[in-house]
């Protein structure tokens, strides 16, 4: 049967496709109360039972993080206040550790995991998983593109337009190589309305888990 999330992601998504043509305080602040009610309240008892279910997939407890709906403009030029989105995550407070995160909008549906926030020596232990793991590690995305449809996601800061020395241009994970972050997200399981939105996160992750237990390993 389906659990009452269904109901959370169908409100949010046509609240959230309003907001996104009325993104000004004027609209948003008479819809407060209904935000926090029917969005905000429901998506973080969503995170605190997938906070669950998570640490019994991997063995390991994760904190949950409900992403602000207000955003940072001080440094962007869109200066709109508002996200239109519902972005939830799941870590473990080491910089380092892979990260599961769950998104949904109205123009997608999809949970994920990866390295967020790579720089200085961290970014030169990833290079160098690439490089001698980078076999393994693709081998384990192909496998959940397979079972998941799975890809990369363009979540994180942007590639470098070259590889980085030492390493060859020509290096058989050279995409990889230029990556500052690695995250990789699937469609939420197919048939989700009907077995409900917990069941199919937790189809989802089971799928994603072999890369995350490659990356964790390392990593953490």
């Known amino acids: 049967m389906p659990d009452g999330f269904v109901e959370l992601i169908d409100t949010s998504n046509a609240f959230f496709a309003d907001l996104a043509q009325n993104n000004t305080r004027s609209w948003f602040e008479p819809r407060k109360a209904q935000y926090i009610a029917e969005i905000r309240k429901p998506a973080e008892l969503l995170g605190e039972i997938l906070a669950e279910d998570i640490a019994h997939l991997t063995g390991k407890p994760h904190d949950p993080k409900l992403f602000r709906i207000y955003r940072d403009v001080r440094f962007s030029k869109d200066k709109t206040p508002y996200n239109a989105h519902l972005h939830l995550m ?99 399981a197919a048939g989700w309305r009907e077995t409900g939105v917990v069941p199919a996160v937790q189809s989802t992750l089971k799928a994603l888990f072999p890369v995350w237990r490659l990356i964790d390993a390392e990593f953490s």
């Open 90 to 188: 799941w870590s473990r407070g080491a910089a380092t550790a892979p990260v599961w995160f769950f998104g949904s909008a109205p123009d997608y549906l999809t949970v994920g995991m990866g390295l967020v926030g790579l720089q200085g020596p961290a970014l030169a232990r990833f290079r160098t998983f690439i490089d001698s793991r980078g076999d393994t590690l693709k081998a384990a995305m192909g496998g959940a593109a397979q079972s998941a449809g799975a890809a990369i996601s363009d979540w994180g800061p942007a590639p470098l337009k070259n590889v980085p020395k030492p390493y060859d241009p020509d290096h058989p994970h050279a995409d990889l190589l230029k990556r500052k972050a690695l995250a990789i997200s699937a469609p939420l």
